[in-house]
């Protein structure tokens, strides 16, 4: 059975964010003094006495305020408790409960979910008289606790635990397979549009502002009964144009986000071409050895000719070499036209960085690719490359043994490179050839 789900919801800055990241242990949402820094639902799993718990973190709720995030906030935090089995309603000790805290009590008991109200900066033990004064929005379970120092969160965990109905949830799920699927690119590009397009409902709070997105946002899927975990992230800049703190830190949540993937999607915008900063972007994908897929988004934008994929597609190679290697594919998030092409290559990619290519075979196709084209000679003595072997997978790693490891030209070793991937089909993954003496 999937692990039950304990949703956080308050009004802007009660300390939702910085609980979530305490009970993590690390810093898993971006915390800041300025309201509104939490837009979309962010997950995250933690252990408790020995029970796996799924934690939504959400935005901070104002009710009937046009602004379009707070409109689309609120949207999130009535998914998330719909999702939920139990609901923490956070609120700040140190304020009385004010009209946004009415109407969101409201709305949590419509939810018919279980709901512990947790009265946070109760900092210290002269403090917690201060629940007393939220007795009025009518919950049963009040709990004094400090997110910022940790005082009395573990019996808040405590509370939760106790009421759940855990019997019959396995305290040991087996670990199954599952593709991480990371998607980047610049402010603007689509990628929260492409994530609710794969998704089939609104995960991430998509608006025309760049910058709409703020934290890596992660959610799960199943596609023909197979995992994917998708990570929608921060719109990337150059570090020299970050305006504050809080894009520097979505920033290097995304490049953690590359990190911790299988495979990334760059999307580029079909009206602006290949730009600077996505080839920066795609520098970093590959130099993580991570599988790549570069989407072209916003097709439906663009006026159509005899040969406009081809060209572009030819357009792009030109201005980056390396993306000979990778697929390139054509997409509307926004109709949804050929989305479903993301998810069949992205898996057909994770699978090829688990190949693991049987010495005998590739020592069979090299033998003919050597002798369709060998190695130059170094200084009239012949240059051999007597074997080679597959020395891991994800990225992977071919080892050539050789008399002369250093004297294989750069243009060779894209020659054997170009040939191998080829052969093995091993176009969109990483392949390092490493030349070892022999």
Known sequence: MSKPTITIVGIPNVGKSTFFNRILSKRHAIVDSVEGITRDRIFGEIEWCGNNLKIIDTGGYIPKDLDVFNKEIREQV????????????MVDGKNRPNASEKKLSKLVRMSGKPCIVAVNKCDEYGTDDQIHQYHELGFDKILPISALNGRLTGNLLDTIINNLNLKNLDKEPKKEESLKLAIVGMPNVGKSSLTNALLQKNRSIVT???????????????????????????????????NDNLEYYSTVRTKKAIQNSDIVLVLIDAEKGLCKQDKLII?????????????????????????TMND???????????????????????TTKRVHLVLEI????????????????????LKYILYKNP????????????YATQVSAEPTVLAFYTNYPKKIKIHY??????QLRKVFDLNGVSVILSFRSK
């Open 346 to 365: 992205a898996w057909e990619l994770y699978n090829r960085s688990k190949k693991i290519i049987p010495t005998k075979i590739l020592n069979e196709k």
């Open 375 to 386: 190695p130059s000679t170094n200084n009239g003595k012949a240059i051999q490359i007597k």
């Open 413 to 418: 070793r894209r020659y054997l490179e170009n």
């Open 312 to 334: 572009f597609k030819n357009k792009i190679i030109s201005q980056y070499k390396s993306l000979v290697y990778y697929p390139i594919i054509f997409i509307s998030a926004l």
């Open 78 to 89: 009535q998914s998330a408790m719909n999702e939920s089995d139990l609901i923490v309603f």
């Open 283 to 307: 520098d970093d994908v590959i130099k993580k050895r991570k599988g790549l897929i570069i989407v072209v988004n916003k097709w439906d934008l663009i006026k159509k000719e005899t040969d």
């Open 208 to 242: 025309p502002i760049a910058g709409t997105t703020r934290d890596a946002i992660d959610a799960d899927l199943l596609w023909h009964g197979r995992k994917i975990n998708l990570v929608d992230t921060a719109g990337l800049r150059r570090i020299a144009k970050l």
